[in-house]
């Protein structure tokens, strides 16, 4: 009973969240194009069935001009309850360059981002589906004209990701084996967790998984951002190329 009406509460939240932001991109006013390039290395350490731990480390550059776009580290530690649910909670720290690449500033605008994750997995005959809802809680410096000021600016923000993941080459003992990776995520900005007018970005990620070797593997990927920006009138439109390796670890027998 409990999973039934999880499972239909994840379809209501689902569909309020897809349709707002559908709603959103209808209106849109003018859409600038971004190329981005992303580099991270991220490692899972299982302590045991039910616990674990994820730290990630991400770099994103523009590509023209070449400069940084964005940095950060973050660290999450979930909690699995009960078999295909999961419980994460997690800090970042985030450093932020101006949107624009063109933008002469070298400024740097640290964040600090606290995200709490419910997750739901099942299978669909061979493709493996994850359900993630997350709630971010973003804490961003103020800044003024140039330079940095006193105080935080808060923002808080829930979102939903489906993913899809399909082996396309198996091995007998498990190495060298290849997967699909898709996913869709839509972001909305909230106040005190309800739904207000800003929608804020859609996430669409496609990616092939290598594993090179045991415990390590190797990610490439397409990511197509598009994002309001925050004067409302201003949508980016972001094509990232994406390279990520993963390392996992598990600490018990």
């Not at 869709?184 to 996430?203: A, E, M, P, W």
């Not at 998984?209 to 951002?225: A, D, F, P, R, S």
Request: charge should be positive.
């Amino acid at each position: 009973m409990f999973l039934r009406s999880a499972g239909i509460l994840f379809k209501i939240i689902s569909f309020v969240l897809v349709s707002y932001s559908v709603y959103a991109q209808d209106f849109r006013k003018e859409v600038i194009r971004q190329s981005l390039a992303v580099a991270s290395f991220s490692s899972d350490l299982e302590f045991s069935p039910k616990w674990s731990l994820n730290v990630e480390v991400q770099e994103r550059i523009y590509t023209d001009p070449v400069r940084q776009s964005q940095m950060f580290c973050k660290s999450q530690l979930g909690f699995e309850p009960f078999k295909n649910f999961s419980l994460r909670n997690g800090i970042a720290y985030y450093l932020n360059s101006p949107g624009d690449p063109e933008f002469s500033s070298s400024l740097k605008v640290p964040e600090i981002r606290l995200n709490h994750d419910l997750g739901y997995s099942h299978n669909l005959g061979s493709i493996h589906l994850n359900h993630r809802y997350r709630m971010e809680e973003r804490f961003i410096h103020k800044k003024q004209d140039d330079s940095l000021i006193d105080g935080y600016r808060f923002v808080e923000r829930i979102s939903y990701m489906l993913a899809l993941e399909c082996k396309l080459i198996n091995s007998k003992n498990h190495d060298h084996e290849i997967y699909l990776k898709l996913s869709d995520g839509i972001y909305v900005n909230t106040h005190k967790g309800i739904l207000f007018n800003s929608f804020d970005q859609n996430r669409f990620y496609a990616g092939l998984n290598y594993q090179l070797v045991k415990n390590l593997t190797v990610e490439l990927g397409y990511i197509n951002l598009y994002q309001q920006r925050i004067s409302g009138v201003e949508y980016l439109n972001r094509n990232i190329a994406s390279l990520g390796i993963n390392h996992s670890l598990k600490l018990y027998h």
